[in-house]
């Protein structure tokens, strides 16, 4: 069994790496794609189907929470690399609930987009240029890595109300400027029709359910994907560490990451080695394991 603890070869550690790399590339790209999205906004200056256009483009709930999931998900890419790097990748809890926050955002532009602005203003027109990764790319791809390959925090009920933030703030400066201020007067004209093809009272009274939906729903699907991950995972551990030392197991693993790594700055897979433990039923302390990994991180070699 020394074998399998070996930095790369573990199955266990294997996948804990095939997942890290899903999520890298999945936050990549859509990092990417905000930011082809929005540099093409900023650099239009003028478009007769749209007025805010150029630096006035900040003022859609379209860019601005694009670009909220474009920081959720470069904020997730030096875990991944690190993961990648040392073979134990886990996000912290908190990235995870902003990125359900983001990708909540996301969501309710890709269904205001799909079901009020389409139909008015025609697909093509809402799923084109720049709006073709804003609208349409950029959501799709977010609630796929979200779901899919973000597996490191299950959402509590709690944190899903977290996701009304971003709307509520934006619903409230967007009444301001077209309501109370309006164009006339410097603010801005009704673009998502809000207020002129939708009754105010509606637009008001819908827009948080709606986006708590979506949340609940975004919840559901990452936290179903999370479930089965860890019971795959549970399956390969009972399959890898069946009859074995797991503390041996753990030594050796620490060994190999020493030999890999080359630093003294250790990071002790503590999700790794309690999962180890709590999927093989092995009468292991998780501290315990903890302590042989680090006792044998810094043994003499």
Same mark, same amino acid.
């Given at each position: 069994m020394a074998g399998k603890g070996m930095h790369g070869k573990d199955p266990v550690i294997r996948s804990n790496r095939i997942q890290c $790399? #899903? +999520? *890298? @590339?999945? +936050?990549?790209?859509?990092?990417?794609?905000?930011? @082809?999205?929005?540099?093409?906004? $900023?650099?239009? *200056? #003028? %478009?007769?189907? #749209? %007025?805010?256009?150029g630096i006035r483009t900040f003022c859609m709930f379209t860019v601005d929470s694009n670009i909220l999931a474009g920081v959720t998900m470069l904020l997730c890419l030096p875990y991944t690399v690190d993961g990648l790097r040392t073979g134990y990748y886990h $996000? =912290? %809890?908190? @990235?995870?609930? $902003?990125?359900?926050? +983001?990708?909540?955002?996301?969501? *309710?532009t890709f269904l205001v987009s799909l079901c009020i602005l389409a139909p008015v203003k025609g697909f093509v027109l809402i799923f084109t240029g720049s709006r073709f990764f804003l609208h349409g790319v950029c959501p799709i791809l977010s609630i796929l890595t979200f779901c899919c390959f973000i597996k490191s925090h299950l959402i509590r009920l709690g944190e899903s109300f977290l996701a009304l933030i971003p709307v509520a703030i934006y619903a409230g400066v967007y009444l301001v400027m077209v309501v109370c201020i309006g164009e006339e007067k410097g603010g801005w004209n009704d673009f998502y029709g809000f207020a002129t093809r939708i009754p105010l009272w509606i637009s008001l009274t819908a827009i948080l359910p709606l986006t708590y939906g979506i949340a609940a729903l975004l919840r559901l699907g990452h936290d179903k994907c999370c479930l089965g991950q860890r019971k795959k995972d549970a399956e390969l551990c009972r399959q890898t560490y069946a009859g074995a030392d797991l503390g041996e197991v753990v030594e050796n693993m620490a060994r190999s990451h020493k030999k890999t790594l080359k630093t003294?700055? *250790?990071? @002790? =897979?503590t999700q790794i080695i309690r999962h180890m433990i709590g999927s093989t039923g092995e009468d292991l302390d998780p501290a315990e394991g903890c302590r042989r990994y680090l006792e044998a991180y810094l043994e003499e070699s």
């Open positions: $790399l #899903f +999520a *890298l @590339i999945g +936050a990549f790209v859509v990092a990417v794609c905000v930011c @082809i999205g929005v540099t093409m906004n $900023l650099t239009t *200056l #003028f %478009d007769e189907n #749209f %007025d805010h256009m $996000l =912290p %809890d908190w @990235i995870v609930v $902003l990125m359900h926050v +983001a990708v909540t955002a996301v969501s *309710l003294e700055n *250790l990071v @002790i =897979p």
